[in-house]
């Protein structure tokens, strides 16, 4: 088995834990003094990351699995980053598949990466032919900044002595370079201690804190984004996650999701919600979804205490796949091909979102650059991808309308050719959703308007501004 060397990268894996574990209507059932949620004993079996294993030394290579446990977007268009994981179905993370650990010789284990744009009208699918994979692993020295959160309002007082252990347990399972800090919440944001290296003064802090009563209500959504900007002194560039345990509910925060998600882009944090006993899954699994996480459930402490090893390891091995994606405003399926000799070929999936319509998105409307004839209103079919990625996401997201905008711009100080420009702002935009009809759009939710001239977004004094006042803007009624 190859050793690894000690290497130094400037990076720092920055994750954000965030413990709400309200049960909602259904209080938790006993079972051997370990509360299980369960109805009827059934559950889905996810596969956790338990230890790591050479290539060389997986004895049964067909019972491997891959995933992607986390995707960042933040740089899009410029960079896309993967971080593949390949384990097998006892939880081993097969490693020494990429450079620099991969032995002399050994096969090309990630041959192809290729992303899919769109979905309900698939566009094209996108080869990418330049992409690196660098193996990640614990050798590499790459401390974890964790910043742990925990609802303690009023529905937390039946698992209030699993929830004190776990979040002992997980602060034990630190390694001296990791750091964690803990904020407590119910309708009061509370920070039990800050951003530290020291188990002992966590453990102190926490401790006493723990001695305080149940609030009342739940602030999730505040708490979610106070721990978030722990990670303000985190450089952009350094990656950063955050681990939400919740089931769900939120009835007193200021702050919205549409907030999160923004701020969670903009600084590079990856999402990732645990829903914990009768999780109300949606909004979980959308915040996960839409910041490049995952989506984890628990229903028992085994459970519980198997979601933190997993968390914990997958933030110190991984195979990070970095390319440059193609450009679509829509939805972008990211597949990486995975090739172990004597096992079928495995499929690495991550999904991200860069439609205008993303409900996580806090916006009225938006512009598009669709191109017409000199003069008239037929589409130039140039601008024929953007109406299919706007269809596509369209019948992705089938509860939107949307009001269509025609503008022109104004040539020179003539008067007489505004009714002109308004009757042809109109036309225009009926021929857009003429166009959106035609890729399967129903038309009652797509209302066209014209407004000539009379909303420039720039002085029309130059051909560069009058080309860019002549758009189509559209305005999102209902979403």
């Known amino acids: 088995m190859n050793s690894r060397g000690h290497l130094t990268l400037p990076r720092l894996i920055a994750a954000v834990f965030i413990v709400s574990m309200a049960f909602g209507c259904?209080?938790?059932?006993?079972?051997?003094?370990?509360?299980?949620?369960?109805?009827?004993?059934?559950r889905t079996t996810e596969l956790r990351?338990?230890?790591?294993?050479?290539?060389?030394?997986?004895?049964d290579v067909k019972a491997i699995k891959t995933d992607v446990w986390k995707l960042e977007h933040y740089s899009y268009p410029d960079s896309i980053r993967m971080f593949v994981r390949v384990i097998d179905t006892t939880g081993f993370v097969v490693t020494h598949m990429a450079a620099p650990y991969k032995k002399a010789g050994a096969p090309n284990?990630?041959?192809?990466?290729?992303?899919?744009?769109?979905?309900?009208?698939?566009?094209?699918?996108?080869?990418?032919k330049n992409y690196t994979v660098r193996e990640i692993g614990e050798l590499d020295s790459i401390p974890a900044n964790i910043a742990l959160a925990i609802d303690c309002s009023g529905s937390m007082k039946g698992a209030k002595p699993t929830i004190d252990l776990g979040?002992?347990?997980?602060?034990?399972?630190?390694?001296?370079c990791d750091k964690i800090s803990l904020t407590a919440y119910h309708k009061v944001i509370t920070e039990v201690f800050p951003l530290s290296s020291d188990s002992s003064t966590m453990l102190k802090a926490f401790r006493e804190y723990a001695k305080r009563p149940i609030g009342l209500f739940t602030s999730t959504y505040d708490g979610i984004m106070t721990s978030l900007r722990s990670l303000d002194k985190v450089p952009l560039d350094e990656p950063k996650v955050c681990v939400v345990f919740a089931d769900g509910d939120e009835n007193t925060s200021t702050t919205k999701a549409s907030d999160i998600y923004?701020?969670?882009?903009?600084?590079?944090?990856?999402?990732?919600?645990?829903?914990?006993?009768?999780?109300?899954?949606?909004?979980?699994?959308?915040?996960s979804l839409y910041t490049g996480g995952k989506y984890y459930r628990a229903y028992t402490k085994r459970d519980l205490l198997a979601i933190f090893q997993d968390i914990w390891n997958s933030l110190r091995n991984y195979y990070l796949v970095t390319y440059r994606p193609p450009r679509f405003e829509g939805l972008h399926t990211a597949d990486v091909t995975v090739q172990i000799p004597g096992r079928d070929t495995l499929i690495?999936?991550?999904?991200?979102?860069?439609?205008?319509?993303?409900?996580?998105?806090?916006?009225?409307?938006?512009?598009?650059?669709?191109?017409?004839?000199?003069?008239?209103?037929?589409?130039?079919?140039?601008?024929?991808?953007?109406?299919?990625e706007l269809a596509d996401a369209l019948q992705r997201f089938d509860r939107v309308v949307l009001e269509i905008q025609g503008h022109a711009s104004r040539n020179g100080v003539d008067d007489n050719r505004a009714e002109y420009n308004q009757k042809l702002s109109e036309r225009r935009a009926e021929s857009v959703k003429?166009?959106?009809?035609?890729?399967?759009?129903?038309?009652?939710?797509?209302?066209?308007?014209?407004?000539?001239?009379?909303m420039p977004?720039?002085?029309?004094?130059?051909?560069?501004n009058q080309a860019l006042n002549r758009r189509t803007v559209f305005r999102i009624l209902r979403k």
């Open 348 to 388: 690495a999936r991550g999904v991200y979102d860069k439609t205008p319509l993303n409900p996580m998105i806090d916006s009225s409307e938006f512009t598009k650059r669709i191109l017409f004839a000199f003069d008239e209103s037929i589409i130039d079919s140039s601008s024929y991808p953007i109406l299919d």
């Open 262 to 287: 923004e701020f969670a882009t903009k600084h590079n944090i990856s999402i990732y919600c645990v829903g914990f006993g009768f999780a109300k899954d949606e909004p979980l699994q959308e915040l």
């Open 49 to 59: 990351f338990t230890a790591t294993r050479h290539i060389d030394s997986i004895a």
């Open 167 to 176: 979040s002992e347990l997980f602060i034990g399972m630190k390694r001296k």
């Open 26 to 42: 259904k209080g938790p059932k006993y079972l051997n003094q370990d509360f299980d949620l369960r109805d009827d004993g059934e």
């Open 434 to 454: 003429d166009a959106l009809v035609q890729r399967g759009i129903d038309a009652t939710r797509l209302r066209p308007r014209g407004f000539g001239y009379t």
């Open 457 to 464: 977004v720039v002085p029309n004094d130059t051909p560069e």
């Open 109 to 128: 284990y990630f041959p192809s990466l290729v992303e899919h744009l769109g979905q309900r009208r698939r566009i094209k699918d996108s080869v990418v």
